[in-house]
């Protein structure tokens, strides 16, 4: 577990991720997720309504397909005010980073659990299109569940969006939080590449 906080400590420098109900979220989501992140776990397979390639046409995406392969997730929601502000620009620079590297995979997914009007599986190409993402990105509208939350949600104990995730090749989780430092997340990525 000390290897495990040492990279967290690496991966976001000064913007450490706070507990959940400090932001203030806390009773929108009850007892049902107390604990926040899976680190030192396996990466559990990702639950999607449907993904998309970079261009924009259906395919799929496979957590154990990735084995041998650093995986940087980042959960989001459309109007989510820290996924434009903090998020995007995070998985933008994290994705130009590596856009050359077979070796690192990054994807997006939308995990609703909250406005589900809103925050739709069109958003998901807008959001591609947007902030010009040539990767694999998804949609998890969380309403399969009893209580609305996403499976992906769920799996990886998120605690809302923005959300990043980033999983060593061997297919554990190695950071899983709120914010996450683009530019110490790139070098750390490449100084075990």
């Known amino acids: 577990m000390l290897e495990f906080s040492r990279n967290r400590r690496r991966l976001t420098g000064a913007m450490m991720a706070l507990p959940f109900s400090t932001l203030g979220h806390g009773r929108a989501f009850g007892q049902s997720l107390p604990e926040r ?8 397979e990702l639950d999607a ?3 998309l390639d970079g261009a924009g046409r259906r395919t799929s995406f496979s957590m154990l397909a990735q084995r041998g392969r650093w995986v940087h997730l980042k959960c989001w929601q459309s109007w989510c005010p820290g996924c434009h502000e903090h998020g995007f620009p995070a998985l933008q620079k994290i994705s130009k980073a590596f856009a050359d590297e077979p070796r690192v995979v990054n994807v997006g997914l939308q995990t609703t659990f909250e406005g589900h009007q809103i925050n739709t599986g069109e958003k998901v190409r807008e959001m591609q299109l947007r902030y010009d993402l040539d990767i694999v990105m998804g949609h998890d509208p969380g309403k399969r569940n ?3 939350y996403p499976n992906t949600m769920r799996a990886y104990r998120t605690g809302g969006t923005p959300w990043h995730v980033i999983v060593e090749p061997g297919g554990t989780v190695i950071y899983d939080g709120f914010s996450v430092n683009a530019d110490r997340a790139v070098a750390y990525i490449r100084e075990r590449l």
């Open 146 to 148: 009893a209580d609305g």
């Open 49 to 51: 309504e449907f993904w």
């Open 37 to 44: 992140g899976i680190v030192g776990l396996p990466a559990p």
